[in-house]
């Protein structure tokens, strides 16, 4: 086995060397019997500017490179150094295209060894990192990394990285190594190479397992107790003493410091659950409001011998809970406490199924790249839960096979019956004081036939202001073309070799005309599902006012008494009856295949479990058809779809107007203290709105609990004099003014900017009016729904450049985290108030107005302010920061209700300039 990896690092001018750009900076660690050997490092004359986001980005100037030697004089020395080596670097390929064609204009050969990457490397044996960027693995396994994008660096660190990454590769068992083997052959680098090299070394050593696997059925699996949790729900004399608690905070933390607001909120809690009565508790930020209602929750649990749930909405907040905050408060208790994080079957992998897709051939990189993550993870994992895992988009439809989602009805093998992930968290529920789970789960177990959760009768919900939105979208359907179609697609007709095709031949039948008859179901299904797409967008336009982008939102208004809405329900009866018959027949099928009794191997079983989830959605599908088109109820439905790409981006929703009856009766009414908390649930000091919306009456406890921040001292509230109200003018001279005024304030500011826009279009408008004014080439400019990533991605790129600015809509109005210096401006561009053409919104204005009430003032403005205030709340997240927050939107000064969203965040100074007093202002403040 080849020894010797040379770890290469480039900075360049550029992105395209067949374009003329060129290498700036090379840099190699040579690494031999794993040890590094040699270091090589250069910088190198482009012959051409270096321009200045390369320059800000890596360091490297015109000067430094004007005497160095350019790469014709240092070509040989790299030869020699990649000879009978492995090629290494972070993202192999473009290193290795723009090093090749430096060599070949250098007159020497292209290198053609073996090739490692260890971002390929990475996504493999750490399948659970958050990102695969160098300085993020970097951090994660403790490496120094002092000057990113500078090649010596960056080389010295992959290096170090990829000797952890083969020492991680060296310890796995032989079997996990051959499976790695065999997958790996359709990877991008050549780890195939290193992988056969390392089984024969390995197959001529006597074999160490560690003590914390096990290999079963042909998996390395992390060996975990046989019981998780011991029912420790028994007698025990506790009382909660709040100073005596915090003397065990105090004791325990050493840089404890006492939170007035936290203790508060501790006593209002115990109160709430001691009391049986229902709370509201709004906790401003830094109040510490996870150990808030942590601690009181454990006492009650304790002493009462009772369990408490506690629901929050993020995978986020739950990962936060489990990991960092509830071992905390273990810590801190005089006593033992036992807890668990539930959430629904579908999160966690089925090992059965997962064995048998490991033995398919696939020719898929993403699949291929996900099966060999998740042999490492099953190493590694105590929960088997899919958000442990960083997966692809490919690797996330690769987990749609292998999910556990209690679809196998057939008489299958129970070998990995005391393995199963699910059962065993199931299980450890049944025993733990405090379970944490997602408001997603608790609604769905208000409504599930079988029980997801064990008997409850005290709930914590945190991120309460979500709760409203999640209910109503729980008790609404949604109907898109594209899954249907792909469930279609799925089964297939008896020719497409689908999985009818595979289920004839298990059944061995072969009548002509039943094929026949099937084909057409598949054919005339198709045809109809169409049908119905087209006569819905059909009603949508004629009942709705024109979309200037064809974009958005067409509420179909069922009331309307148009004739089209006939021809709509028409075509949903044709589809109902056609798939109704047609489920019969396949599941009639399937009814015939279990009675023969046969024996059944794993991938044939597969095959029928295949076939019954889709029968499950199908009879989804069609009882939801019946409630959109065929039932009139309270419910609104609506379009969403955008008409140059219908109608393969098209879904049909219903929701409920109201669920406040609803949640009244099944849930208020039936638990005897339900706790909600969250930093934005009142408007104007008031919690009428929030309460309403969930169905509660006057009876709950109600406290409002300010942050400790000193909000006077740390936010300065700017609102611009000279930027115009934004329907008084065109959308591109609006862009434009607030374009100008945004590129001042960062230039004083050094970025550093969070941007929050209501819509998207003004969004992209503004983000192009950003890059080609040329004002701005030395900042990162980073767009929702114009640069690549998710919101965490975007998050965490924003704050890697010291200099970036961050436009966000939507989700980045909450949720996200920038504290320190990362982030000292934030800008609102609009008073966020929901676009009345919003089919929620509309409907909900209707009632109230049917009502006799104002639906400006009792739906608009109390849900406008509450997101207002999750915007304000993004700028302070720690007693440091200090920043500025502007509005654009001088409604919130010109008119009468913008006093409502000033008396709703905390006192702040508010300062009224035009755009050059600002500039000023800004730069003297931050001085």
């Not at 819905?536 to 336009?541: G, H, I, P, S, T």
Request: glycine letters at 6%; aromatic letters at 10%.
């Amino acid at each position: 086995m080849s020894n010797k990896f040379v770890v290469v690092d480039l900075e360049t001018n550029g992105n395209s060397p067949r374009k003329g750009d060129r290498i700036i900076q090379f840099a190699a660690v040579v690494i031999e019997n794993g040890k590094i050997v040699e270091e090589y490092s250069s910088l190198l004359n482009p012959l051409q500017p270096i321009s200045p986001f390369i320059e800000e980005l890596t360091g490297i100037t015109d000067e430094m490179v004007e005497t160095a030697p350019i790469f014709d004089e240092v070509a040989e020395k790299i030869v020699s150094l990649l000879e009978e080596a492995y090629f290494v670097a972070h993202n192999v390929l473009f290193d290795l295209s723009f090093l090749n064609e430096e060599l070949e204009q250098a007159g020497f050969k292209q290198f053609y060894g073996p090739i490692l990457d260890t971002v390929e490397l990475a996504r493999i044996l750490y399948p659970t990192a958050d990102s695969y960027k160098l300085t993020d693995l970097a951090a994660q396994e403790g490496i120094v990394h002092s000057r990113p994008h500078q090649a010596d660096s960056d080389a010295y660190v992959t290096a170090e990285l990829l000797l952890l990454l083969l020492e991680k590769l060296n310890v796995l068992p032989q079997v996990t190594t051959k499976q790695l083997e065999f997958l790996s052959s359709s990877l991008k680098s050549d780890l195939d190479i290193y992988l056969q090299a390392l089984i024969q070394e390995k197959q001529s050593k006597i074999e160490y397992i560690r003590d914390d696997w096990e290999i079963y059925r042909g998996l390395t699996i992390k060996r975990l107790p046989s019981n998780l949790i011991v029912d420790q729900r028994k007698d025990c004399s506790v009382s909660f003493d709040m100073e005596k608690m915090e003397q065990r905070m105090r004791d325990t933390f050493p840089f404890y410091q006492r939170r007035d607001g936290q203790l508060e909120m501790m006593k209002v809690v115990h109160q709430a659950l001691s009391d049986n009565r229902h709370g509201l508790i709004e906790a401003g930020t830094g109040v510490g409001k996870s150990l808030g209602y942590l601690v009181p929750a454990a006492y009650f649990s304790i002493a009462n011998k009772q369990q408490v749930i506690v629901s929050t909405f993020t995978t986020q907040l739950q990962e936060q809970l489990f990991h960092k905050d509830l071992p905390l408060l273990k810590s801190i208790l005089p006593f033992p406490i036992t807890y668990t994080l539930l959430k629904g079957r579908n999160h966690y992998i089925s090992l059965d199924k997962f064995e048998v897709s490991l033995k398919e051939q696939e020719d898929n990189y993403d699949i291929i790249l996900t099966k060999m993550q998740i042999l490492i993870w099953l190493t590694e994992t105590e929960t088997g839960d899919k958000d442990e895992l960083n997966l692809t988009s490919g690797g996330s439809n690769y987990w749609e096979k292998i999910k556990n989602d209690g679809n196998f009805s057939l008489p299958i093998s129970k070998e990995w019956a005391s393995k199963d992930f699910y059962r065993r968290t199931r299980n450890a529920a049944q025993k733990a004081n405090m379970i944490i789970t997602n408001h997603a789960l608790l609604l769905k177990d208000l409504t599930a036939g079988q029980r997801l959760l064990p008997s409850y009768e005290y709930v914590i919900v945190d991120e309460g202001h979500h709760f409203e939105k999640t209910t109503t979208k729980h008790f609404g359907f949604r109907f898109s073309y594209i899954a249907v179609r792909l469930s279609i697609n799925a089964i297939g007709t008896t020719d497409q070799k689908q999985l009818m095709f595979h289920l004839e031949n298990l059944l061995g039948e072969s009548n002509i005309h039943q094929k026949w008859e099937f084909n057409q179901f598949i054919l005339g299904l198709h045809d109809e599902l169409d049908e119905l797409f087209r006569a819905v967008l059909r009603y949508a336009k004629k009942t709705n006012q024109p979309r200037r982008d064809g974009r958005g939102s067409y509420r179909l208004k069922t009331n309307s008494g148009m004739g089209d809405w006939n021809a709509v329900k028409s075509v949903a009866e044709r589809i109902i009856f056609l798939w109704k018959d047609g489920r019969e027949v396949l599941v009639k099928k399937i009814q015939r295949l279990k009675e023969q009794g046969r024996k059944f191997s794993a991938s044939q079983m597969l095959i029928v479990e295949r076939i019954e989830s889709i029968l499950n959605d199908w009879y989804i599908y069609i009882n939801h058809l019946r409630e959109m088109f065929l039932r009139v109820g309270d419910n609104i439905a609506w379009l969403e779809t955008d008409a140059k790409n219908y109608p393969n981006n098209a879904v049909i929703y219903t929701q409920p107007t109201s669920v406040a009856e609803t949640l009244q009766n099944n849930f208020f009414n039936k638990k005897k203290s339900v706790v909600f908390t969250s930093a934005t649930i009142t408007v104007n000091n008031s919690f009428e709105y929030y309460a309403k919306g969930l169905g509660l009456g006057n009876s709950q406890l109600e406290v409002q609990i300010n942050s400790p921040f000193d909000y006077e001292k740390q936010v300065q509230l700017l609102i611009p004099t000279d930027v115009p109200e934004v329907n008084s003018v065109s959308l591109n001279d609006y862009v434009t003014t607030i374009g100008e005024q945004i590129i001042h304030i960062a230039q004083a500011t050094k970025g550093r900017m969070l941007i929050l826009f209501t819509a998207n279009d003004m969004l992209k408008k503004t983000y192009d009016y950003m890059k080609e004014s040329g004002c701005l080439e030395e900042y990162a400019i980073l767009a929702q729904g114009i640069t690549n990533g998710s919101r965490m991605r975007l998050t965490r790129n924003f704050q890697r450049y010291d200099k970036a600015i961050l436009l966000g809509t939507n989700s980045f109005w909450e949720g996200i985290d920038i504290p320190g210096e990362d982030l000292t401006c934030l800008i609102i561009v609009r008073l966020p108030f929901s676009s009345p053409e919003d089919p929620l919104t509309e409907a909900k204005n209707e009632l109230i107005k049917n009502k006799g009430g104002n639906p400006f003032i009792e739906n608009s403005l109390p849900e406008a302010v509450l997101r207002f205030k999750q915007g304000f709340g993004r700028l302070i997240r720690t007693e440091e920061d200090k920043g500025f927050i502007i509005v654009f939107d001088r409604r919130i000064v010109t008119t009468t209700y913008g006093e409502t969203f000033l008396k709703s965040i905390p006192t702040v100074p508010i300062k009224q300039q035009n755009s050059q007093e600002m500039v000023k202002f800004i730069k003297s403040w931050l001085k």
